[in-house]
């Protein structure tokens, strides 16, 4: 059972940069079977995928949001982070990280309970 | 990306009902399609991996078919803590992307 919590501010002004770190159960993270991915959902809308990072270090971002979002990881820590710069308004949302084992089959199989980020002033 | 788009965009149905989702692709994903149900307040759970493999635990009244653009979700007779929002997802390519969900409320 891998288990995650998502932690980082709540609130961000317009233009600046939301951070937000995942923090994954011991002995799941270094897996290379698994990727490490952030999904964002605007309140009372539905699920966007932001991107994805393997313990390798290869990731992959939604060409939506790529020019704005880096994924990172910290094997030492077990996390991995979310950083999107230059924010607005519409990138206020609940934030989750969850887990995907890779394979021939491929599911977000655990979830973090997600944080709500609101860009406001 | 690959669009999902689900239909009905919500449904109201009495407990015993059988009650059925579809997701169609804009392209062909094979059969990797998976089901996820949202309780309010919480995260998506998985239900159904590969178009119709049930996950481990969760009920048998649920259940998948289809494959290549048009997929079916099903519940077999509807209880009522079945009421929450479902959506497909794919990862036939990347961007990962979902369905914009079916909202099912119980009549």
């Known amino acids: 059972q891998v288990q995650l919590q998502e932690s980082g501010p709540g609130l961000v002004k317009p233009s600046q940069t939301l951070s937000l770190t995942c923090t994954v159960s011991?002995?799941?993270?270094?897996?290379?079977?698994?990727?490490w991915n952030w999904i964002r959902q605007p309140a009372g809308k539905g699920l966007e995928w932001i991107g994805r990072i393997f313990t390798s270090g290869s990731s992959s971002y939604n060409p939506s949001l790529k020019s704005r979002v880096t994924i990172s990881l910290d094997t030492s820590k077990n996390q991995f982070s979310l950083k999107m710069s230059s924010v607005t308004a519409a990138d206020t949302a609940v934030y989750y990280c969850?887990?995907?084992?890779?394979?021939?089959?491929?599911?977000?199989?655990?979830w973090g309970q997600g944080t709500l980020v609101t860009v406001s002033s | 990306d690959i669009q999902m788009t689900q239909s009905p965009s919500s449904l109201s149905a009495s407990v015993g009902d059988r009650v059925t989702i579809t997701c169609q692709a804009s392209?062909?994903?094979?059969?990797?399609l998976n089901w996820y149900q949202q309780e309010p307040g919480k995260p998506p759970k998985l239900l159904i991996y590969d178009a119709s493999n049930l996950e481990t635990g969760v009920p048998s009244r649920f259940s998948g078919s289809g494959s290549g653009t048009d997929f079916t979700f099903t519940i077999g007779s509807l209880q009522p803590e079945d009421i929450a929002t479902y959506y497909c997802?794919?990862?036939?390519?990347?961007?990962?992307?979902f369905g914009q969900g079916t909202k099912l409320e119980i009549k």
């Open positions: 011991a002995g799941s993270f270094s897996s290379g079977s698994y990727s």
């Open positions: 392209q062909d994903i094979n059969n990797y």
């Open positions: 969850a887990s995907a084992l890779a394979g021939t089959t491929e599911s977000f199989d655990f």
């Open positions: 997802q794919q990862y036939d390519d990347l961007p990962r992307t």
